[in-house]
């Protein structure tokens, strides 16, 4: 894919994802009223109105798309068929995987969802779960039960400590690598 090929995609993603938010909150708005949410859980904190996601969503697809595209577009001409399927991979697994727990939520399983969030911590021993198709399908999963609002502060959260355990396995198991080639040399 071009550079061109991938502003296009990344147009239509931004314009559908614009379309289903406003739909969804006017939607909303006539039904039984845009919901809101608050931080926690708790009363005390600031409540989070659904109308942010209005600006907030597109915003967040088109600054992520961006980050994928200049990725995809900087790799090399040979390897971009196989990245651009890692992205599309990835972006369809978050989406899966933030609706499961947004689902597992909704519904009452809170043994569910205690698990699931933290769980991502798990693959981020193995995974780049840090990455912005990851952060993408994450957000726009949970937002159309959560709002946009707090599933982008738990993603950017998550994002970070999945960065910090990443690269601190990988930087612990580049020096027992190390290590054992230094003694089998000795």
């Known amino acids: 894919m071009n550079s061109e090929q991938l502003s296009r995609i990344s147009t239509y993603f931004v314009s559908f994802v ?16 845009v919901p809101s949410h608050y ?14 996601g209005a600006l907030l969503l597109p915003f967040l697809s088109w600054a992520l798309l961006k980050l994928i595209k200049n990725r995809i577009v900087n790799s090399p001409e040979e390897s971009r068929p196989l990245l651009t ?9 978050s989406l899966i995987y933030g609706a499961i727990l ?6 009452g399983y809170s043994e569910v969802s205690s698990v699931l969030f933290p769980g991502i911590l798990c693959f981020a021993l193995f ?22 609002v707090l599933p ?30 230094t003694k089998q040399a000795a």
């Open 18 to 33: 614009t379309i289903s938010i406003w739909s969804l909150l006017i939607w909303q708005y006539f039904n039984e009223g």
């Open 39 to 52: 931080l926690l859980q708790n009363p005390e904190f600031p409540e989070l109105s659904n109308w942010w």
């Open 85 to 93: 399927k890692q992205v599309i991979i990835s972006l369809v697994l």
């Open 102 to 107: 947004s689902l597992s939520f909704l519904y």
């Open 127 to 148: 995974f780049r779960v840090y990455r912005a198709e990851f952060i993408l399908g994450f957000i726009m999963s949970m937002s159309f039960v959560f709002g946009a």
């Open 152 to 181: 982008t502060i738990f993603a950017a959260l998550i994002a970070f400590a999945s960065a910090v355990v990443y690269f601190i396995t990988h930087f612990i198991w580049v020096k027992m690598r190390s290590v054992k080639v």
